[in-house]
């Protein structure tokens, strides 16, 4: 008779509680008693669930929920502190989907009941408007922290050209300085750039467009041609990540400068050529190498082609210049890590 008042008494109070909660014999899993939001949480009802073990079940549950839900059956009763799972039920009438903080506990209540006989009591809540709410505010968040990243590029971007502009009325006041500065100038120029295509967006670096706007850029300074040509497949989906991309920028304004300084009055041609796994950037321009020219030679410098070895990966990328024809090819090869191909 007390048992069946304890047992009865119990049946009150999961009937009462907020939550889930179910009590299963260990070990033979048992479904021995549970409340009505148990039942839903098991994707079944009251009377095809009791009085069965998981493996017995019939009902909204796949043989795979079955599977891990008895699997953590077994973990509960081997590990005191439980398990705890956030678990996603799929609604059976083709609704939203609920989201469930399950946690498994052993319910032994004596010290001396045999280690292999027990009860474990499962208690899950739902947690899906929580949840539902947690990831607003991260997405929130996430839009927040992009519209300030997009603002610090945008106002880089403005302070670097700012900079590259009083360089510029420097080098007019003082002729004496001029090709010091409009080195300078160059490279601001060209980290500017990086800045201005990364506001409005996020991630790597379109690699086009970069070479496109330091290009174009490289040429107003210098009011001097540029043609800028695409060959391979899918050039345009090599991008840089955030760490090459002024490197890459930089060195792609100091070859087009000396394609331009040393290349007479004829055009230059910048070309992107996409490989399989790789892409290169050549920059042919008009010209002829001293005899003997070895790259290898070259100084590290703030400048020319010492600058150029010094910003590229020397895992990821290979510089070459070399004489073609009537013509100086300056090459520049990227492979992953310090580039990659989207999609």
């Known amino acids: 008779m007390r048992g069946a008042r304890a047992q009865a008494s119990l049946q009150r109070v999961l009937e009462t509680a907020p939550m889930a909660m179910a009590l299963f014999e260990w070990p033979s899993q048992r479904l021995v008693q549970m409340n009505q939001l148990a039942a839903e949480f098991l994707c079944g009802s009251v009377d095809a669930l009791s009085g069965r073990a ?33 678990v996603v039920r799929q609604s059976s009438e083709g609704g939203a989907s ?51 990243v997009q603002e610090v590029h945008h106002r880089i ?10 360089l510029q009325q420097a080098s007019a006041r003082f002729p004496e ?52 040509q695409i060959e391979g497949d899918d050039p345009h989906r090599w991008r840089l990540p955030e760490a090459e991309s002024i490197p890459v920028a930089l060195t792609v304004n100091e070859l087009l400068t000396n394609a331009i300084k040393h290349g007479g009055e004829q055009g230059v041609l910048l070309r992107l050529v996409s490989g399989a796994a790789d892409i290169s950037i050549e920059i042919l321009s008009s010209g002829r190498l001293r005899e003997g020219f070895d790259l290898a030679s070259v100084p590290s410098s703030a400048s020319g082609l010492g600058l150029v070895r010094a910003l590229l990966p020397r895992r990821a990328a290979e510089f070459s210049l ?21 999609g």
């Open 54 to 86: 998981p493996a017995q079940w019939e009902g909204g549950l796949s043989d795979e929920d079955v599977a891990d839900f008895s699997a953590n059956l077994e973990l509960a009763a081997e590990f005191p502190s439980g398990v705890r799972r956030e």
């Open 177 to 228: 300085v001029a090709p010091i500065l409009s080195d300078a100038v160059g490279q601001l120029q060209a980290i500017a750039q990086v800045y201005g295509l990364q506001v409005g967006s996020s991630g790597p670096v379109g690699l086009y467009g970069l070479l496109s706007a330091v290009a174009s850029s490289v040429q107003k300074t210098f009011n001097h041609a540029i043609d800028v």
């Open 322 to 342: 070399r004489q073609a024809g009537d013509q100086v090819l300056a090459r520049v090869l990227l492979r992953p890590p310090a580039v990659r191909k989207d």
């Open 157 to 166: 971007k403005n302070n670097l050209q700012g900079v590259a502009g009083l």
């Open 98 to 148: 609920r989201v469930w903080d399950m946690r498994l506990v052993s319910a032994n209540t004596t010290d001396d009941e045999a280690a292999d006989q027990g009860q474990i009591l499962l208690v899950a809540t739902e947690v899906t408007d929580l949840r539902a709410a947690e990831q607003e505010r991260f997405d929130a968040a996430i839009a927040q922290r992009g519209m300030l």
